[in-house]
């Protein structure tokens, strides 16, 4: 132990301490590189099959968000109509929003208990 830390105290580091890490560190770069490989392999594999999938679950996020949208949009023009035939002014909105927003909701809970 003295001699390692005269050796670095002088500055001469010991050709067995740079051939022990040049070793160690040659094993890492293979290991690394050996890592890498595996991963790339892994990932183009999982790539084609996940493409139809995700492709399938967006357009099953498309058609849930859509019935919901659809619900409260209808509720709403139903609202607004009911509040432009009978004077009503706020509260046929508000209450067939509502009902409409409630409607969206059941659908796409219905939709998605389907599949």
Do not use: H, Y
Request: neutral net charge.
């Amino acid at each position: 132990m003295a001699k390692d830390t005269s050796d670095k105290a002088s500055g001469n580091p010991t050709s067995s301490d740079e051939a022990a890490l040049s070793a160690r560190l040659g094993s890492l770069d293979q290991r690394l590189s050996e890592f890498r490989d595996n991963r790339k392999i892994e990932t183009d594999q999982s790539e084609n099959g996940n493409s139809a999938a995700r492709a399938s679950a967006m357009a099953r996020g498309f058609q849930l968000s859509s019935e919901l949208i659809a619900g409260v949009v209808v509720g709403a023009a139903i609202g607004w109509g009911f509040d432009k035939l009978l004077s009503t002014s706020p509260f046929g909105l508000i209450v067939f929003f509502l009902l409409g927003f409630v409607a969206g909701v059941v659908n796409v809970v219905r939709s998605a208990r389907r599949t």
